[in-house]
C-alpha cells in the first residue's frame, strides 16, 4: 500500500462487469481532474490468442487445464512487480491485448496479440487495475498486499454466466458451445483463484437479477439494471467511512439489509 502512489484494483471474473466499474471509475477521474495509470489485468496473459488455443488443446489432451483464471495462462509474479514498482514509484510499464477489431483500430495490431511493452505515463496521481487477479494471494505472490483500494465485482453467479456468453458471441465471436465450454474448463481455476479474492476486498458489488435466469445457457436477454438489484458491502469499515445515510437518501429505493449492507 502507498500513500504517495496508491493502488485502486478492481477485480472480477470474466463477464462481471468490471469493465463498467473501470469507465466509471475514468470517468469519475476526467470530472476531478485525476491522472490515472490504467492497467488491464488482460494484458497480463501469458500467450496470445492463438498460442492460447493450441496450449488448452494440448492440456485437454492430456488431462489437465490451463485457463487465463490460473497461473500458468498469466505473469502473475510480473503483476507483483509492476504493482510493487508502481507503490514504491509511480512508475512502470503497460500494454494491451487486442480483443477485436476495435482494439486493433486502437492500439495497432491484431486481434488476439499482445501490444509490445511501453513506459506508464508520467506523473501519474494513481493506479487503476481492472481484471482477474487485484486482490490474488498464492504460495508465489501476494498482489493484494499493494493495493490501496480492492473493489469486488460478483454478480450472482447466473447473470454472470449469462453476462460472459453474451459478450462472446457479440464481441468476440464466439458460439454458446463454445463459451460454455470454456466456463466448465475454468472451473477448477474459478474457485480457487477467483473467488477467494472476494474474501480480501474492501467492497464488494454484487448484482442480484429480479427476473427468471435459471438456466443461464439457455438465455438470450441479459437482465437490465431495472430488472436487478444491486448489493454493496463495505468489508473494511476500518478503511472505508461510508455514509449510509446520505446513499440512502441519494439512491431512490435503497435499503438496508445489514449494517454495512445497502441494496
Known amino acids: 500500500m502507498s500513500k504517495k ?16 466499474i473501470k469507465e466509471a471509475f475514468e470517468k469519475i477521474f476526467n470530472r476531478q481532474g485525476i491522472k490515472a495509470a490504467v492497467i488491464e ?9 492463438e498460442e492460447m488455443e493450441r496450449l488448452t488443446r494440448q492440456a485437454m489432451r492430456e488431462g489437465r487445464h490451463i485457463t487465463h483464471f490460473g497461473p500458468e495462462g498469466n505473469l502473475l509474479k510480473e503483476l507483483e512487480a509492476g504493482f510493487k514498482e508502481y507503490a514504491e514509484h509511480g512508475t512502470g510499464k503497460q500494454r494491451f491485448y487486442i480483443h477485436n477489431d476495435a482494439d486493433a483500430a486502437r492500439h495497432g495490431g491484431t486481434p488476439g496479440t499482445l501490444t509490445p511493452w511501453k513506459p506508464l505515463p508520467e506523473n501519474t496521481d494513481l493506479m487503476l487495475y481492472e481484471g482477474l487477479h487485484g486482490g490474488l494471494i498464492t504460495d508465489e505472490v501476494n498482489i493484494a498486499r499493494y493495493v490501496d483500494v480492492l473493489i469486488g ?11 460472459k456468453i453474451q459478450r462472446d458471441k457479440a464481441v468476440r465471436g464466439y458460439s454458446s458451445e463454445d463459451a460454455t465450454g470454456m466456463i466448465l474448463e475454468r ?10 479474492q472476494f474474501s480480501r476486498t474492501d467492497i464488494n458489488l454484487q448484482r442480484v437479477p429480479t427476473i427468471d435466469t435459471a438456466n443461464p445457457f439457455g438465455a438470450v436477454h441479459i437482465p437490465s439494471s431495472d430488472e436487478s438489484f444491486t448489493v454493496l458491502h463495505v468489508r473494511n469499515r476500518e478503511k472505508l467511512a461510508v455514509d449510509f445515510l446520505y446513499l440512502l437518501d441519494m439512491l431512490h429505493g435503497s435499503f438496508m439489509s445489514t449494517p454495512y449492507t445497502i441494496v
Request: charged share 10%; no cysteine.
Open 41 to 49: 489485468g488482460d494484458s497480463y496473459h501469458r500467450y496470445n490468442r
Open 187 to 196: 472451473m477448477y481455476d474459478y474457485v480457487h483463484y477467483i473467488t477467494p
Open 153 to 163: 465485482i460478483t454478480p450472482i453467479i447466473n447473470l454472470e454466466w449469462i453476462q
Open 5 to 20: 502512489h496508491p493502488i485502486i484494483a478492481v477485480t472480477g471474473s470474466s463477464g462481471a462487469g468490471t469493465t463498467n
